[in-house]
């Protein structure tokens, strides 16, 4: 079992940055494949950033590639997102979520556990 909580949403203006980070409960957090989902209000629940358990693989959707950048740090059972270059399209709740799965996943349906999602807004 693995309980997720992520933390570091909030308001911020086009062209900003934020970080957000996604902390796993358990001691196998390294055996878990993570990603990084978003879902905007009227759209459906969209992968933007996943990475493997030893954190050798990672992949981006193209929506994000170059702006974002997800990390993990399996000492501190944490996950990462730096967002960078943030624009008004990118507001949505964003939430982290995990399974137990050595290489990245992309499907949804593949994941888990989820968190309770962390709020982003991007003013223009």
């Known amino acids: 079992q693995v309980q997720l909580v992520e933390s570091g949403g909030g308001l911020v203006q086009a062209g900003g940055s934020l970080r957000l980070s996604c902390a796993a409960s358990g001691r196998t957090f390294s055996t878990y494949a993570m990603g990084w989902f978003r879902q905007a209000p009227g759209k459906e629940r969209e992968l933007i950033a996943a990475r493997n358990w030893s954190g050798s693989i990672t992949y981006y959707a193209d929506s994000v590639k170059g702006r974002f950048t997800i990390s993990r740090d399996n000492a501190k059972n944490t996950l990462y997102l730096q967002m960078n270059s943030l624009k008004p399209e990118d507001t949505a709740v964003y939430y982290c979520?995990?399974?137990?799965?050595?290489?990245?996943?992309?499907?949804?349906?593949?994941?888990?556990?989820w968190g309770q999602g962390t709020q982003v807004t991007v003013s223009s």
């Open positions: 979520a995990a399974v137990h799965k050595s290489g990245v996943v992309t499907r949804l349906i593949e994941y888990d556990y």
